[in-house]
């Protein structure tokens, strides 16, 4: 067979790419893992994601302090096809709350702040809702502040979105709730609020950024040299990899979280630098030294009625198969990450994934399950969880007249922004931010948005003067109607 000089071309570099693909892949870059029998089953459980024209994830399976396994899969840049290996960075979301624990522990150890003292000692602009709100309630998510997250998005500026948001900016619409959730120490309701509140408590206490601080106090001490919190939007970092999302109709995005927002999320690491994080709760070397900083960072909340909650400092202990577990899951714009930890066995697997549709819980388990196997003392449950399913009304038809009597203009002082609702065809739609969203009509001046509800109400002579709207975790927000105010 005669190739044309061309052909002949396309295939030398096309064999030369293959073969950088794979001496970057296989750890190239830095410690190659002994390969085993159980290594091999846990490149099958990846192999759907082991290639080039996909983001992936990457693993780290500790054992005693060591890393015995750790392999990337997947693509870190599509634009330029660069594998994700063990040395990739990569966002782990709300695995970055254990981090801002740490740092407010060391704080507290330091004898600059108390678990109890009242949050407006230090955020002073932040409501007096007549009952204290104390660190120690943010610490366990029993605090009753309405989350961010949804505050941010009810204003049509979702996290990830072209509508940015700053540290300062969060701090005034938190300021500006009117109301609670429910009374402080009452419950347990996971917010990104409380944390993202505690960095910026950590940041007026040290007098440093919280990210500096924590850079100091956790990551140099622990040799996590590739670690660090995000927070400057525009930093160069080395070996990032890009945080992805599925296309409806093929193919991935580009997921770009631009903000100097920390706390709640904001550590970008590697698993090889996870290690050294997760060897220090066997073997503390923050602070003093002592092992009082993890027996406070393993102190497991309670509700004001004593009920013992599975949530610690940033830690969520459970069991999976008759083993005691430890760890938290985490999630950022086109990220998701895990880490799982078995204390007893002192094993953990930790997976970062820059697809935001990976699901990192199921395979950091089904990891265990291959490394662990002989010591389980209970058969594998289903991951598959039956989920209570929300129950809406049942729509119904309003006639012409009648959905007219909702157009306007309603402001919400807790939001600082404004809803407008004209008619379309034969519904009510919510103009925001350039979009219409349809409302689904619901009996009694109520309509459906999502998961969301709007409840209208009415003056003395039965005109709409107002709403109240319910989204999951911020309830009873406000507003009133006025006269047009466009932004």
């Known amino acids: 067979m005669i190739l044309q000089r061309g052909s002949m071309r396309a295939i030398i570099v096309a064999g030369s790419a293959l073969v950088a693909w794979l001496l ?5 870059l830095g410690q190659a893992y002994p390969r085993t029998e159980l290594t091999t089953q846990v490149d099958e459980l990846f192999a759907e994601w082991d290639g080039e024209i996909s983001p992936g994830a990457v693993v780290g399976i500790f054992m005693d302090g060591k890393i015995i396994y750790s392999k990337g899969y997947g693509v870190a840049n599509l634009d330029y096809g660069i594998p994700i290996t063990p040395q990739s960075v990569l966002r782990i979301g709300s695995i970055s709350k254990q981090f801002v624990a740490m740092c407010i522990v060391i704080l507290a150890e330091q004898g600059k702040l108390s678990f109890d003292d009242d949050i407006r000692v230090y955020l002073p602009e932040m409501p007096d809702y007549g009952k204290q709100i104390t660190i120690r309630h943010l610490l366990h998510h029993t605090s009753g502040i309405r989350e961010y997250l949804t505050l941010v998005d009810l204003m049509g500026k979702p996290e990830g979105s072209v509508f940015g948001y700053t540290t300062r900016e969060l701090v005034e619409l938190l ?104 060897s220090n709760f066997y073997e503390n070397k923050l602070g003093a030294g002592t092992s009082d900083l993890i027996t406070t960072m393993f102190t497991r909340g309670r509700t004001s009625t004593g009920e013992e909650l599975s949530y610690a400092l940033g830690l969520e202990f459970s069991s999976y198969r008759g083993l005691k577990t430890m760890g938290h899951g985490g999630s950022a714009v086109g990220y998701v990450a895990e880490f799982l930890q078995f204390p007893e066995q002192r094993f953990s697997v930790v997976i970062l994934s820059n697809l935001s549709s990976f699901r990192p819980g199921r395979l950091a388990r089904q990891v265990a399950d291959l490394y662990l196997a002989d010591q389980f003392s209970e058969a594998r449950a289903s991951d598959e969880r039956d989920r209570p399913q929300p129950t809406a009304p049942e729509p119904v038809t309003l006639p012409m007249p009648e959905l007219e009597g909702f157009v306007g203009d309603f402001y919400s002082e807790e939001l600082d922004f404004l809803y407008s609702f004209v008619v379309e065809g034969s519904s009510l739609h919510l103009e925001l931010r350039g979009s219409r969203l349809q409302l689904l009509p619901h009996p009694d001046d109520r309509f459906g948005w999502g998961r969301r509800e709007l409840k209208f109400f009415r003056d003395e002579r039965g005109i709409v003067s107002g709403l109240t709207l319910d989204a999951g975790n911020v309830q009873d927000l406000n507003f009133r109607k006025v006269v047009s105010r466009r932004y």
């Open 24 to 28: 970057l892949s296989d750890s190239a």
């Open 175 to 278: 300021s500006r709730q009117q109301r609670l959730n429910f009374d402080p120490g009452s419950q347990f309701s996971y917010t990104n609020s409380g944390y993202f509140l505690l960095a910026e408590i950590v940041t007026r206490v040290s007098g440093v950024k919280a990210g500096a601080f924590a850079q100091e106090n956790i990551f140099e001490p622990l040799s996590m040299t590739q670690s660090r919190f995000y927070d400057d939007p525009n930093a160069i970092i080395r070996n990032q990899a890009f945080g992805y999302s599925p296309k409806r109709d093929d193919g991935y995005r580009l997921d770009i979280l631009r903000s100097d927002v920390i706390g709640d999320l904001g550590v970008i690491t590697t698993v090889e630098d996870f290690l050294h994080w997760d």
